[in-house]
């Protein structure tokens, strides 16, 4: 078996590899960057509010939702607390890739986790789990998806939405069909399927019943208990 | 879980500032997206890592995709539904992502051209 403390070496080469990987990816992102561009140019943001928002926040739903709540006087409780709770499955994704990061130093484990998002931490620990070094993905993908991010609001600021209605052509399903192809290209067995299962109910009544944008973590709690149930093994790190 | 169960309703927060400036708020959104990136990290630095511990955060892993994929399936329109089903089937069968994310896109763009 290897020791996590490889898995979690992390160089120029592996940083660029997981840049291209995430690349054709990060082109769909472009587009919803444009969006976010558009939108907030026309709510009255300045190009530098804008592109501000882009880069440090770099977290898309989050800051469609700020949107939301924008105008000339803006709450600033209510805009934390939506962040907060949109943003909260970043919380899940640090503790994940904890059993890694605890092989790097105080600083640098922080530092890698600055442009986390769900693609590049899903092919994080997608690597991990094939006992390759993920690190390269979680870094690289996200320069790859930060920069599509940022070029598509620029984009959008600059020359409007660059593509009018992204919903006909499916491009608005590129992320979701992405993750998907994750999931179900994953290991597959009875428990896995059945914290799957678990999952996806919880969430969907979470999201139907519980208070706005609790369903992510609420889904995921849900199947981390269906994981303390015996059976199942305890090998895999 | 304090963090949803304490505001059913974001409206109905009543204790409010308002705040006028743009670059304010972009720092507080900046400052409370970092903290959740990072707060996971911290959190699991001051846990013990006992056995029980371990499986729940392997559980968890495998269902945080899981949790954000099925409302949008339910919710989606039959062009999103189709587009993760036919994701799925590319997958299982060729064993490669790419082929699968490109026929869920050109699914939901047929479906919704018809």
Redesign the interface.
């Known amino acids: 078996m290897t020791e996590p403390s490889q898995l979690s070496q992390l160089n120029g080469a592996l940083i660029w590899q997981g840049f291209r990987h995430l690349a054709?990816?990060s082109l769909f992102v472009i587009v919803f960057g444009a969006a976010f561009g558009l939108a907030a140019v026309q709510l009255g943001?300045?190009e530098a509010?804008v592109l501000?928002?882009s880069g440090?926040?770099?977290?898309g739903a989050?800051?469609f939702a700020?949107l939301d709540l924008w105008g000339?006087?803006?709450?600033?409780?209510?805009?934390?607390?939506?962040?907060?709770?949109i943003?909260?499955?970043?919380?899940?994704?640090?503790?994940?890739?904890?059993?890694w990061?605890?092989e790097t130093s105080i600083g640098k484990?922080?530092a890698l986790?600055?442009l986390?998002s769900?693609a590049n931490w899903?092919l994080a620990?997608q690597h991990f789990h094939q006992k390759k070094p993920g690190f390269g993905m979680l870094v690289g993908g996200g320069l790859a998806l930060w920069t599509a991010w940022m070029i598509g609001t620029g984009l959008g600021i600059y020359f409007g939405n660059a593509i009018s209605d992204p919903?006909?052509?499916?491009?608005?399903?590129?992320m979701?069909?992405?993750?998907?192809?994750?999931?179900?290209?994953?290991e597959k067995n009875v428990r896995?399927v059945t914290?799957?299962g678990?999952?996806?109910?919880?969430?969907?009544l979470a999201?139907l019943y519980?208070?706005?944008?609790?369903?992510?973590?609420?889904?995921?709690?849900?199947?981390?208990?269906?994981?303390?149930l015996p059976g199942?093994d305890?090998r895999?790190? | 879980m304090v963090w949803w169960a304490c505001c059913p309703e974001v409206t109905t927060v009543t204790v409010e500032i308002m705040i006028s400036s743009p670059w304010f708020i972009i720092a507080a959104m900046t400052v409370t997206t970092l903290a959740t990136r990072w707060g996971g990290v911290f959190l699991m630095s001051v846990v013990p890592i006992s056995n029980r511990v371990h499986r729940f955060i392997q559980a968890m892993s495998a269902s945080v995709l899981v949790a954000i994929l099925a409302p949008l399936a339910l919710t989606g329109d039959w062009g999103a539904r189709l587009a993760l089903l036919a994701t799925a089937i590319v997958v299982l069968i060729v064993k490669k992502p790419l082929p699968g994310i490109a026929a869920g896109i050109a699914v939901a763009a047929l479906v919704r051209w018809f």
């Open positions: 054709p990816i943001l300045t509010n501000a928002m440090l926040v770099f977290a989050s800051q700020a000339d006087r803006i709450p600033l409780f209510t805009v934390m607390i939506t962040v907060f709770a943003n909260a499955r970043h919380l899940l994704m640090g503790a994940t890739l904890y059993p990061l605890r484990r922080y986790m600055v986390a769900d899903a620990m919903k006909a052509y499916g491009l608005d399903m590129a979701g069909c992405f993750l998907l192809a994750l999931v179900v290209g994953g896995i914290i799957w678990v999952a996806a109910v919880a969430s969907i999201y519980l208070p706005e944008n609790s369903h992510v973590i609420v889904g995921a709690l849900a199947g981390g208990l269906v994981g303390l199942g305890d895999d790190r």
